[in-house]
């Protein structure tokens, strides 16, 4: 009676690889068979069929519209104009290469191999699970704030449906005495004031008109929410509701509005703003070179940072949208297409910010210097200035504000689909009630951001700024990078992208895992703790409980990683050297354990590259 065993190899499964052992016996003629599917110990086991994107070009505008930001406008051209215009490239570009886009293709092979969340991906070593966990407590603090951006934006976009925007003189009911037109060059004689007092209809609208900010004393005399920015941040919460209820299904439809819209404003506003008069100025202010610069510790330090908040790193985004790949997708190609999206878009944004910071420079007859700052100071005040000077003001004010909303919106989607997707995928009684567990995410986010639209604001989300993703946000990444690249090793990292993308990363991306990025970050770490200056919004200066609050805040999302550390170790079993192995081991590893084979233990795994 021959016996023959026979295997076939499923060719490009997404999840498990099997293996089909076919016992072919042969007994008066006729064949029995006997088949048996053994799962491959090389690839992560699913217990059910995790949802995927749509189509690629989904994820690839889900993942743009994280990283390409408001801090893409506001942010980035004035940091480049500010340390030595085109010689500020030379560091930013050297960062990007050797640690942006490193930690960006770690970041999604990570998910997109695991397909699990921010927190669940950590099976590769149990006891760094607490990272998971500070990543998505710091995309949760976020957005706490950030939606209060887009109400701001909202708010505008509405005042913009007049024939005379609101902000164009000083003849409305918030403005005060000491409102003119700070550069024109009769207004000492028209007001009789100070230079230091005097300030501009588009200021006075956005802190007295917008924010109410002279009816607050400081952050310890808040004030009501008020019901116009309530209003607008109740319409930012449903349309985010909407957005992320049905997972990347319903995401993945929304961003392609949200992804290219704001596109398509920079090229109409670019082309509007280089016809400027002194746009050319503003421009040549932008991009002369100051090579003796970068002889400046603070200009690389400016890069680095810029570097790690630009591309959206260690929010838990770049993972949880991973999750949703097919196993098989090139996440390789994809790091490399986003990362040069958004580079190039910070850089060509500039051309639009100083086209029209060169026109006003132009018209005040003042130095650029002088008009040029970053933060919501440029969105909200000397752009909205700028635009109420041209023809047909209002049109271009609600272009303008659609862009900012189109830019905020999918940015804030992201922040919330990691905190969905790495809980609900912790948790089964969350994956099984999503829609009403998003719903608690955004109510609950609404009810905090409530303190960031009552009179005194603008100090809460000042504070929330500084603290939320600041050095917690470096920490985190940090730890994630010495997670992937020492602890479960790069050789193990690298084997697993070559089960999905068919090919081992080359020794560069290996180098740069291993030794260059986790050096960058603890530099960065390190410069932003020496660095450290206290919060302040203008001339107010927050008191010692409030930054002593801000440290709490930081601290309570980097207090995850030592925390279940030390649960991890206690509530395993055996010796403490068996508690460290499955501490460290990944947990498709822990047969090996019980048999003594632990490769963390040998030099050999952390010499490997």
Not at 232 to 247: A, D, E, H, N, Q
Not at 433 to 457: A, Q
Not at 515 to 523: G, R
Request: overall charge neutral.
């Amino acid at each position: 009676m021959p016996s023959v065993v026979a295997s076939a190899k499923e060719p490009n499964a997404m999840c498990p690889k099997a293996v089909e052992l076919v016992l072919v016996k042969e007994r008066n003629g006729v064949q029995l068979t006997n088949s048996t599917l053994v799962s491959s110990p090389q690839t992560p086991v699913e217990t059910q069929e995790r949802e995927t994107w749509s189509k690629k070009i989904d994820f690839l505008l889900s993942v743009i519209g994280f990283a390409v930001d408001l801090a893409n406008v506001w942010r980035f051209p004035y940091l480049c104009y500010k340390n030595g215009g085109g010689a500020f490239l030379v560091p930013y570009l050297l960062f990007m290469v050797i640690a942006g886009m490193p930690l960006f293709y770690m970041e999604l092979a990570l998910g997109q191999f695991n397909r699990e969340g921010a927190a669940g991906v950590w099976k590769i070593c149990p006891v760094l699970k607490g990272v998971g966990f500070t990543v998505i407590l710091i995309s949760l603090y976020v957005g706490f704030f950030y939606n209060v951006i887009i109400a701001w934006a909202l708010h505008y976009f509405f005042s913009s449906f007049t024939m005379e925007l609101p902000w164009t003189h000083c003849n409305n009911t918030w403005n005060s005495p000491n409102c003119t037109d700070a550069y024109s060059g009769n207004a000492s004689e028209s007001s009789g004031l100070n230079d230091s007092f005097r300030t501009t209809p588009a200021a006075e609208y956005f802190e007295r008109g917008v924010l109410h900010l002279h009816e607050s004393r400081g952050i310890d005399h808040l004030g009501p929410p008020h019901w116009q920015l309530t209003c607008c941040l109740v319409l930012v919460i449903v349309l985010l509701y909407f957005s992320l209820w049905k997972g990347v299904k319903t995401s993945g439809k929304v961003v392609w509005i949200t992804a290219t819209m704001p596109y398509v404003v920079l090229f109409a506003l670019l082309l509007r703003g280089v016809t400027l008069p002194g746009a050319m100025d503003g421009i040549r202010a932008y991009l002369s070179v100051d090579f003796h610069r970068l002889c400046e510790a603070s200009v690389w330090i400016d890069a680095a940072t810029q570097i790690c908040f630009s591309l959206g790193i260690g929010f838990g985004v770049l993972i949880a949208f991973s999750s949703y790949n097919k196993f098989t997708n090139n996440c390789y190609r994809d790091a490399i297409i986003t990362t040069s999206v958004n580079s190039l878009t910070s850089f060509s944004s500039g051309f639009v910010v100083f086209s029209f910071l060169g026109y006003m420079a132009h018209k005040h007859s003042v130095p650029i210097g002088d008009v040029a700052k970053d933060g919501p100071g440029l969105i909200f005040i000397i752009y909205p200035e700028a635009l109420a000077t041209l023809p047909l003001s209002s049109a271009w004010a609600v272009v303008f504000f659609i862009m900012l909303l189109t830019l905020g919106i999918d940015s804030a989607m992201g922040g919330m689909e990691s905190v969905i997707t790495g809980l609900s995928d912790e948790f089964q009684l969350l994956h099984k009630h999503r829609e009403l567990f998003t719903l608690s995410i955004v109510l609950l986010t609404f009810l905090l951001s409530l303190f960031c639209v009552t009179n005194g604001g603008i100090y809460v989300f000042t504070l929330l700024d500084h603290f939320a993703a600041g050095t917690s946000i470096l920490f985190g990444v940090l730890i994630e990078a010495i997670g992937v690249a020492w602890f479960y090793g790069v050789r193990q990292f690298s084997d697993d992208i070559k089960q999905m993308i068919g090919q081992r990363p080359s020794l560069y991306w290996r180098l740069c895992w291993k030794f260059v990025s986790p050096c960058f970050l603890l530099f960065v770490v390190v410069v932003s703790i020496v660095t450290f200056r206290p919060p302040h919004y203008g001339d107010y200066i927050f008191p010692e409980w409030a930054n002593v609050l801000g440290w709490a805040i930081a601290a309570s999302s980097m207090s995850m990683v030592p925390i279940y550390a030390a649960y991890k170790f206690c509530s395993l079993p055996g010796s403490l050297r068996e508690k460290v192995a499955y501490a460290i081991t990944p947990e498709k590893e822990h047969e090996l354990v019980d048999s003594g084979e632990v490769r963390q233990f040998t030099l050999r795994h952390w010499l490997m590259v």
